[in-house]
T-cell receptor, first 115, second 114 residues
Framework: EAQVTQNPRYLITVTGKKLTVTCSQN?????MSWYRQDPGLGLRQIYY???????DKGDVPEGYKVSRKEKRNFPLILESPSPNQTSLYFC??????????????FGPGTRLTVL | AQSVSQHNHHVILSEAASLELGCNYS??????LFWYVQYPGQHLQLLLK??????LVKGIKGFEAEFIKSKFSFNLRKPSVQWSDTAEYFC????????????FGGGTRVLVKP
């Protein structure tokens, strides 16, 4: 089944404790992206990756890091989480932007609480 | 930078009522337009999309949307809602720039009362 998976689905942590949220897709998509969802603000892009070893900042990158060492995986790293990073996080993937069909497929979400 | 506005934050309806959710975007060039739905506790699913051609787009579950270029709008409609349509609905725009980024509206929570 074609899908985007994220782990963990729920995480409660404390300020300053480094964490990683994993994202994996099995559709051979070049493009992957991370969004955070906050009430009334919709989804905002954190980072994106056009392909392996190619990443760039989205609209709200502060406090986050990403890496893209393999095509299927795009982990989100919070080196020193703070309470304002409490949010619902979604990973998404799609074919290359060069394609005229650029629907993005979303993972199930990771609800993060930073105390 | 482009932006997307959804006019209603919360909508409460009774079953069989008609639904219309407004969406306006600010971008002067060519856009791809999407409506996503998020059922309680689930991830986003694509309802429908507009890339080009007929401005009246039909999606899944009886939803449709109309692209009105002169008004920069892409409103979502459903003639008769069901309790199972209770969800949050997001309008999104892609301009092909900035790495295939989707710019989302703030979302509209729809509650359908049985």
């Amino acid at each position: 089944e074609a899908q985007v998976t994220q782990n963990p689905r729920y995480l409660i942590t404390v300020t300053g404790k480094k964490l990683t949220v994993t994202c994996s897709q099995n559709m051979n998509h070049e493009y992957m992206s991370w969004y955070r969802q906050d009430p009334g603000l919709g989804l905002r892009q954190i980072y994106y990756s056009m392909n392996v070893e190619v990443t760039d900042k989205g609209d709200v990158p502060e406090g986050y890091k990403v890496s893209r060492k393999e095509k299927r995986n795009f982990p989100l790293i919070l080196e020193s989480p703070s309470p304002n990073q409490t949010s619902l996080y979604f990973c998404a993937s799609s074919l290359s932007r060069a394609s005229s069909y650029n629907e993005q497929f979303f993972g199930p979400g990771t609800r993060l609480t930073v105390l | 930078a482009q932006s997307v506005s959804q006019h209603n934050h919360h909508v409460i309806l009774s079953e069989a009522a008609s639904l219309e959710l407004g969406c306006n975007y600010s971008y002067g060039g060519t856009v791809n337009l999407f409506w996503y739905v998020q059922y309680p506790g689930q991830h986003l699913q694509l309802l429908l999309k507009y890339f080009s051609g007929d401005p009246l787009v039909k999606g899944i579950k009886g939803f449709e949307a109309e692209f009105i270029k002169s008004k920069f709008s892409f409103n979502l409609r459903k003639p008769s809602v069901q309790w199972s349509d209770t969800a949050e609905y997001f309008c999104a725009v892609n301009t092909g720039a900035a790495g295939n980024k989707l710019t989302f509206g703030g979302g509209t929570r729809v509650l359908v009362k049985p």
